[in-house]
């Protein structure tokens, strides 16, 4: 029995409609009504893992994301993830967490990984890790790509937060279930997994219908569409 995850979402929602965040969510159908299935998803801002989840209400299920052991030993946001069944990477015991997760895949559940690890400070794919897919591929289930773009307006990485601004448009595209053929390395699957969530992403931020307000306002934008974000290769630095 859920009894923490549906609070948290009707007040996750009730705030995204106090701020007026218009939220466009496209390709949901992708996510599937039963059955495990790995969510990959980009990373460009802290609310990722609550809009990701929003992706998945269309089908009624909800996400157990894999996320950093110190959010659950933090006072506060611990006794939330652990109620919401979310599962602690420990990097000094991948195995435990990757096991973990196994498991809830093969229960049927839904996992949100973010596989670039750390949020992208060039508001670009990053080089991915290959724990999706090796996720998927060991519990046979589908591997699902999603991207999120405009939250990171609000709070990501080396920015003041700014969880009162409104009217900040949120795009979400969820991909169609990447292929894991026998046969086919790890590292060459990712490097597909990379090229769809560019691919998804650069498709949000060509339909995200706001531009920079003025010169000072370029900095959530790529370097490749004239913003001031860093380069891929500096931020990586």
């Known amino acids: 029995m859920e009894l923490v995850y549906p609070p948290v979402i009707v007040l996750a929602k009730t705030m995204f409609r106090a701020l007026d965040m218009r939220i466009e969510i496209d390709g949901a159908e992708h996510i599937p009504t039963d059955g ?3 969510l990959a998803s980009n990373h460009v801002s802290y609310l990722d893992f609550t809009l990701c989840g929003l992706a998945a209400q269309p089908s009624k299920r909800l996400v157990r ?3 950093k052991k110190q959010v659950f030993d933090h006072k506060i946001s611990g006794p939330l993830m652990r109620g919401m069944r979310h599962i602690p990477v420990d990097r000094d015991a991948g195995a435990a967490s990757f096991r973990a997760a196994t498991n809830a895949l093969k229960n049927g559940e839904v996992v949100g990984v973010f596989p670039e690890a750390t949020i992208s400070e060039s508001f670009t794919v990053k080089e991915l890790k290959s724990g999706a ?3 998927a591929r060991t519990a046979k289930v589908p591997l699902i790509p ?3 773009w405009g939250p990171h307006r609000l709070w990501t990485k080396g920015r003041k937060k700014e969880l009162t601004k409104r009217h900040v448009p949120v795009i979400i595209k969820v991909g169609e279930a990447i292929e894991i053929p026998k046969g086919v390395s790890p590292d060459a699957l990712t490097v597909t997994l ?3 969530l560019s691919e998804l992403l650069d498709a949000a931020q060509k339909a995200y219908p706001d531009k920079p307000a003025g010169p000072d306002d ?8 004239g913003g001031t974000a860093p380069l891929p290769e500096a931020a990586a630095v």
Do not use: K, N, S, Y
Not at 218 to 225: D, G, K, S, T, Y
């Open 36 to 38: 495990g299935a790995v």
């Open 65 to 67: 994301f894999m996320a």
């Open 133 to 135: 897919v090796r996720l």
């Open 146 to 148: 999603i991207v999120v």
């Open 194 to 196: 990379r090229e769809r």
């Open 218 to 225: 370029r900095w959530w934008l790529p370097a490749h569409m």
